[in-house]
């Protein structure tokens, strides 16, 4: 069992910054397969990045979208994943959870694939 804490959101300007931490509990966190989703009211919730960790080297895969502001990072003695997200905009604003899931085949990008959820942190993007 795994529980997921999300930290960090809150209210930014366009071009601004963001740091989500996403705190786990359990021994057996650096096995896990985490992933960032987010919803935006009224959508779906959408891929955002997600990373594994294998012996001493790491895997991260970005949503087309996300990739060149975005960065996921984990410190597996801190039980914690990082989501850097750099010039934010207004399309940004949404809810984003942190995912975890024991077993994968490679990087999920499906919400149906992980099996442990965080309660949401909201991120707003002004104009």
């Known amino acids: 069992q795994v529980e997921l804490v999300e930290s960090g959101g809150g209210l930014v300007q366009a071009g601004g910054s963001l740091r989500l931490s996403c705190a786990a509990s359990?021994?057996?966190?650096?096995?896990?397969?985490m992933g960032w989703f987010r919803q935006a009211p009224g959508k779906e919730r959408e891929f955002v990045a997600a990373?594994?960790?294998?012996?001493?080297?790491?895997?991260?895969y970005y949503a087309d979208s996300m990739k060149d502001r975005f960065t996921i990072s984990r410190d597996n003695a801190k039980n914690t994943m990082y989501l850097q997200m750099n010039s934010l905009k207004p399309d940004d604003t949404a809810v984003y959870y942190c995912?975890?899931?024991?077993?994968?085949?490679?990087?999920?990008?499906?919400?149906?694939?992980?099996?442990?959820w965080g309660q949401g942190t909201q991120v707003t993007v002004s104009s």
């Open positions: 359990g021994r057996t966190f650096s096995s896990y397969v």
């Open positions: 990373i594994s960790w294998s012996g001493r080297s790491r895997t991260t």
């Open positions: 995912a975890a899931v024991a077993v994968a085949t490679g990087l999920p990008t499906s919400r149906y694939e992980y099996d442990y």
